[in-house]
């Protein structure tokens, strides 16, 4: 990985945002059916895999995980992707966001934003742009992605404390009190998830409210 890619990407020592425990176990929830969706989308390749590392990448770049960025980040070299692709998305910028994914990027950026709970119509718009089960992808890489952010956050917080550089507002109890309790949670959490689609529930939660307050 280029250098100053890696540096830009390990430098930071404050959090964008944290996630609260009942917010982890409710997205792992959703996590191995949407996991299965990407599994298969490999396959079928639906969805380019560089689109939906750069979704995942957008996510990550909204939530800021240090972990999260450094991995896809090498991930979506070895795709192909450019240091600078890579490096305008885990900046938010859009200079090399294609005409075709705008709307998909926005989407999940809007995901992430809302903490895994995006405006039903928002979700509209991406079926209605890409198609149904386009549109079940890209949502798939932003569950997965807000998912892995929420386990990663805290462990970049410890990793970077063990370096002597502790997280702006960060505590020892929390990195390690909210990544052992999320361990704990994932059985129950994934289990309920299988459950709900044996049964037949969608994989899916959106506020179906139309403000945007």
Known sequence: MNITLAKSIS????????????????????????????????????????????????VTEVNGCV???YGHAKMALRQGMSNEEISS?????????????????LFVQHFADSRGYPKKY????????YGEKEASIILSAAQMMITGNMYGIPLSAFQSRL???PYKDSSLFYELGIEIAGILCLPIAIIYGLLMGLIGLPNERFDKSTDDG
Do not use: H
Request: with cysteine.
């Open 163 to 165: 370096k002597g550089k």
């Open 89 to 105: 998305l885990l900046s938010g910028g859009d200079d090399f966001i294609k005409n075709d994914e705008a709307k998909a990027i």
């Open 67 to 69: 972990m999260c960025s």
């Open 122 to 129: 928002a979700y509209d718009a991406i079926v209605k742009e």
């Open 11 to 58: 430098s930071r020592i404050e959090f964008k945002r944290t996630f609260s425990l009942w917010e982890m176990c409710r997205a792992v929830v959703f996590a191995p059916r949407a996991m299965s969706k990407l599994i298969g989308n490999k396959k079928s390749k639906l969805v380019d895999k560089n689109f939906v590392k750069r979704l995942q990448l957008a």
